[in-house]
């Protein structure tokens, strides 16, 4: 008997901005085996491990010599597929129950996770995107 070969499955996420818009983007290619694991061995709740998240995706193409800028985007729903995308999130997230914790501590230790290593004016930019969706979260926007 031969070896079926293994499907190879991409993780996609329909996100929404800050401004409402809503975007389906792939998890980057660095995190599809763990993704892939995990989802094996969690295969009913695999899911909730990304909704409700927060996730870094660009908010400009890619161009050749430039990094875009990011920005910090909420994760509505998760689902797989074997067809690739070629718009992709970071691989920098937050899930639900981390960043929805109060406490400024936790706020900035959060956010300097999220904020990787991106230049200046990304962090910048990431730092009043982080304290909007942690806004949105206490008034129940969410």
Do not use: C
């Not at 689902?79 to 970071?90: L, W």
């Not at 290593?117 to 949105?136: E, G, P, V």
């Amino acid at each position: 008997m031969e070896n079926e070969e293994e499907k190879i499955l991409y993780v996609f996420l329909k996100v929404a901005w800050l401004n409402g818009k809503k975007e389906i983007l792939q998890m980057p290619k660095d995190l599809r085996k763990a993704m892939q694991i995990y989802i094996e061995e969690n295969p009913e709740t695999w899911r909730k491990l990304l909704v409700g998240g927060l996730i870094n995706i660009p908010a400009e193409p890619y161009k050749p010599g430039h990094e875009p800028r990011m920005t910090i985007a909420y994760i509505k729903q998760a689902f797989i597929s074997e067809k690739q995308k070629k718009k992709r999130t970071r691989g920098q997230f937050l899930t639900k129950e981390n960043w929805t914790q109060r406490g400024v501590k936790h706020f900035f230790q959060t956010l300097r996770f999220l904020q990787h290593d991106f230049k200046t004016s990304t962090k910048i930019h990431q730092f009043f995107d982080y304290a909007r969706w942690k806004w949105r979260l206490r008034i129940g926007k969410i």
